[in-house]
């Protein structure tokens, strides 16, 4: 069990550049969802897998923002044209689903973005 | 809609000493799970305790319990002993099943030497 690994740690991007972060789940965990969080304030949902399938989309995400997980393995979420509010650090976390709500998820480091 | 709130922006603690973190939320569902989790300074978020509404034990994971009050809606988080270590944004969290946490805004944990 290596843990939830993100990529990049960092990005720094010029506003309106498109960005894109990849997410590795720990192996035999099921789902998985990316959060957003920006400074003070605690994560906030921005959609989740099951498997290769999204499953749900906060409306957070805007159209700027697609994730996808392709084969049910890692995923990769994109912002497109880039605005100075994405900055924020997004964070990856994978679970094993059992039927049985309460499953804990497990946390990657995050990808800080920063915006110019 | 479902919200969690976290009174303390900032706490702290002698080391050695017990601190408790407030945390309470809002919610019509019957079951549900609420949880702790630690956030380290530039390091990854790892869960803490967690605690199941249906049960009326308090859960305990080593030096950290919680207080579940269900009437009340309170689960507050109880650092017994406190260490160095345990500085940290601690975030508590909620979960009624549909696969998405509903986090606080968590709150600043200072250990004092």
């Known amino acids: 069990d290596t843990g939830v690994s993100q990529n990049p740690r960092h990005k720094i991007t010029k506003r309106g550049q498109n960005v894109t972060f990849r997410c590795d789940p720990i192996?035999?965990?099921?789902?998985l969802y990316w959060y957003r969080q920006t400074l003070g304030q605690g994560p906030e949902f921005l959609t989740y897998f099951q498997n290769e399938a999204q499953l749900e989309k906060s409306r957070l995400l805007s159209d700027r923002f697609s994730a996808e997980r392709p084969k049910g393995s890692f995923s990769t979420l994109e912002i497109q044209r880039t605005e100075q509010g994405d900055s924020a650090m997004y964070l990856c976390?994978?679970?094993?689903?059992?039927?049985?709500?309460?499953?804990?998820?497990?946390f990657g480091d995050g990808t800080r973005l920063s915006i110019l | 809609a479902q919200t969690v709130t976290q009174s303390q922006p900032e706490m702290s603690v002698q080391e050695a000493e017990t601190v408790t973190l407030s945390c309470t939320y809002d919610t019509s569902e019957s079951d549900y799970y609420l949880f702790w989790y630690k956030q380290p300074p530039s390091r990854q978020m790892i869960l803490v305790i967690r605690?199941?509404?249906?049960?009326?034990q308090n859960a305990t994971e080593n030096r950290f319990s919680v207080n579940f009050q269900k009437a009340a809606k309170s689960f507050s988080l109880k650092i017994s002993d406190s260490q160095l270590g345990d500085a940290a944004m601690y975030f508590c969290a909620y979960d009624f099943g549909n696969e998405k946490l509903t986090f606080g805004t968590g709150t600043r944990l200072t250990i004092i030497p």
């Open positions: 976390a994978s679970s094993l689903s059992t039927g049985v709500i309460g499953q804990p998820q497990h």
């Open positions: 605690q199941e509404a249906y049960k009326q």
């Open positions: 192996s035999e965990h099921n789902r």
